[in-house]
């Protein structure tokens, strides 16, 4: 396999289909590298990581903003700088209830 390079502002915006005024990049995809995929996400004040859970690995981590992140049943703060991993199973979720658009990095292995 090849190394590649590419930047995220060449990629555009598409509307995530299971979330609330989520909106995604799909950076790289399990198909490039047999391992895992990368997404960049925006979620809009108000809206949400809908609580779900994956029969995968999902680490995710805030750029910029604030909400609040469902882990272990329980919500609590996340902003820029918070890091949620959600193994195989863990239902998470990430409300937007503040007026700044959260931005986070998310990475499932295996991709998805």
Do not use: C, W
């Not at 949620?84 to 292995?109: M, T």
């Amino acid at each position: 396999m090849n190394a590649i390079l590419r930047n995220q502002k060449d990629i555009e915006f598409a509307k995530h289909t299971k979330h609330i005024d989520v909106y995604k990049k799909d950076l790289t995809g399990n198909d490039e590298n047999g391992r895992l995929s990368a997404h960049f996400l925006q979620v809009m004040p108000g809206g949400e990581l809908v609580p779900h859970t994956h029969e995968v690995l999902e680490v995710f981590y805030i750029i910029s903003g604030s909400g609040s992140a469902l882990v272990n049943g329980k919500r609590q703060k996340a902003e820029a700088g918070s890091i949620i991993i959600a193994p195989p199973g863990s239902e998470h979720g990430l409300k937007n209830d503040g007026s700044e658009i959260i931005e986070l990095y998310a990475v499932f292995s295996p991709g998805v």
